[in-house]
């Protein structure tokens, strides 16, 4: 039976690789970067994400933009911050702006949370991948598609390169990372222009500073210069994606089925219609922001919910997988 494994971040956590954003945070500061941790903090906030995530950053506004009294508020709700700290909410929050007015600082940091994650990836992850995963991963009839960076698949899975697909490249290669928010940028080509206050000293420095913005176009080529083209990727996958036609079976291994990826899902859907996706999550909170995602949208009718207990049951060692099919005899 033809079967596609899309393998995400949480498959690697799965086995205790220490790739979390926070992970990430930590090698940032220990490289003299605090700056860029602290300026991804200050001006990215996250966006699309389920309610109760998004009230407590409604404050800002109230606040009239008091960053202090803000602060306050983002203290009180602390508990709650944990969740935002994804891949998912950094890659889709680069496209979205917040309060940003030095570009040249905008544009820098978009080189060095791009840039650095290679080096963190070569110098910290790789060497802490494990030598032996105890999942039993197929190879016959199987395709994998990783948007992980690492070798977890080959290194531990003992899954031959060839039946790996590293769609933003891997460790070693020029890693492929970012927003997929084309309409920002559509959006910074469009002339800034201002409007007279009737102060001839305030109207003097708005226009000077629309003026920069519209000689420099600094959010443009920051907004490019963290662009992942999903779109250009997918075209250059083509290929691949028609090579899985026919599939059964789907298993989704630590994605959180973002929007930033929402092009590869859909292709992936178009191709192979009529299959079933088993989705795997870790807690009720992961699973419930899972479903909140369009990709799920579009595909809830054909999945079946699992959890890592459950996927060690499936490809785990075979004195867990025998009681589990004997199981399933009994279920049918």
Same mark, same amino acid.
């Not at 954003?21 to 605090?34: M, Q, S, T």
């Not at 009180?76 to 944990?82: A, I, V």
């Not at 290194?155 to 084309?182: D, M, R, T, W």
């Given at each position: 039976? *033809?079967?596609?494994?899309?393998?995400?971040?949480?498959?690697?956590?799965?086995?205790?690789?220490?790739?979390?954003?926070?992970?990430?945070?930590?090698?940032?500061?220990?490289?003299?970067?605090?700056?860029?941790?602290? %300026?991804?903090?200050?001006?990215?906030?996250?966006?699309?994400?389920?309610?109760?995530?998004?009230?407590?950053?409604?404050?800002?506004?109230?606040?009239?933009?008091?960053?202090?009294?803000?602060?306050?508020?983002?203290?009180?709700?602390?508990?709650?911050?944990? *969740?935002?700290?994804?891949?998912?909410?950094?890659?889709?929050?680069?496209?979205?702006?917040?309060?940003? $007015?030095?570009?040249?600082?905008?544009?820098?940091?978009?080189?060095?949370?791009?840039?650095?994650?290679?080096?963190?990836?070569?110098?910290?992850?790789?060497?802490?991948?494990?030598?032996?995963?105890?999942?039993?991963?197929?190879?016959? +009839?199987?395709?994998?598609?990783?948007?992980? &960076?690492?070798?977890?698949?080959?290194? $531990?899975?003992?899954?031959?390169?060839?039946?790996?697909?590293?769609?933003?490249?891997?460790?070693?290669?020029?890693?492929? =990372?970012?927003?997929?928010?084309?309409?920002?940028?559509?959006?910074?080509?469009?002339?800034?222009?201002?409007?007279?206050?009737?102060?001839?000293?305030?109207?003097?420095?708005?226009?000077?500073?629309?003026?920069? =913005?519209?000689?420099?176009?600094?959010?443009?080529?920051?907004?490019?210069?963290?662009?992942?083209?999903?779109?250009?990727?997918?075209?250059?996958?083509?290929? &691949? %994606?028609?090579?899985?036609?026919?599939? *059964?079976?789907?298993?989704?291994?630590?994605?959180?089925?973002? $929007?930033?990826? &929402?092009?590869?899902?859909?292709?992936? +859907?178009?191709?192979?219609?009529?299959?079933?996706?088993?989705?795997?999550?870790?807690?009720?909170?992961?699973?419930?922001?899972?479903?909140?995602?369009?990709?799920?949208?579009?595909?809830?009718?054909?999945?079946? %919910?699992?959890?890592?207990?459950?996927? +060690?049951?499936? =490809?785990?060692?075979?004195?867990?997988?025998?009681?589990?099919?004997?199981?399933?005899? =009994?279920?049918?």
């Amino acid at each position: 039976m *033809k079967k596609l494994f899309i393998i995400g971040n949480g498959f690697d956590l799965h086995h205790n690789v220490p790739c979390s954003y926070d992970d990430y945070k930590v090698y940032l500061k220990n490289n003299g970067l605090e700056r860029v941790v602290d %300026f991804y903090d200050r001006n990215y906030l996250p966006f699309d994400l389920p309610e109760e995530y998004t009230k407590i950053h409604k404050g800002l506004e109230e606040c009239h933009g008091d960053r202090k009294k803000y602060g306050t508020i983002l203290a009180k709700n602390y508990w709650l911050l944990p *969740k935002l700290n994804t891949w998912r909410c950094l890659e889709a929050m680069l496209g979205y702006v917040n309060g940003i $007015s030095d570009g040249p600082t905008a544009i820098n940091f978009a080189k060095n949370i791009t840039t650095k994650i290679s080096d963190w990836m070569k110098d910290e992850i790789n060497t802490k991948i494990p030598k032996k995963s105890r999942l039993k991963m197929p190879t016959s +009839d199987a395709f994998y598609l990783t948007f992980n &960076y690492t070798e977890t698949l080959e290194k $531990s899975c003992n899954i031959p390169s060839e039946f790996v697909n590293h769609i933003h490249n891997k460790v070693g290669q020029q890693l492929i =990372f970012g927003h997929a928010n084309y309409e920002a940028i559509q959006d910074t080509m469009q002339p800034i222009s201002v409007y007279s206050t009737g102060n001839p000293i305030i109207d003097n420095v708005l226009q000077k500073t629309a003026a920069s =913005f519209n000689a420099n176009k600094y959010m443009e080529k920051y907004y490019k210069a963290c662009l992942k083209d999903v779109n250009q990727i997918a075209q250059s996958n083509r290929a &691949y %994606f028609e090579s899985l036609a026919g599939l *059964k079976q789907i298993y989704v291994l630590g994605h959180s089925l973002s $929007s930033v990826d &929402y092009v590869y899902f859909n292709e992936i +859907d178009k191709i192979a219609p009529n299959a079933k996706w088993f989705i795997c999550y870790y807690d009720e909170s992961s699973k419930e922001d899972i479903e909140e995602t369009a990709v799920f949208q579009q595909i809830k009718n054909k999945v079946e %919910f699992i959890t890592w207990k459950d996927v +060690d049951s499936m =490809f785990g060692p075979w004195y867990i997988r025998i009681p589990y099919k004997i199981m399933k005899l =009994f279920k049918h």
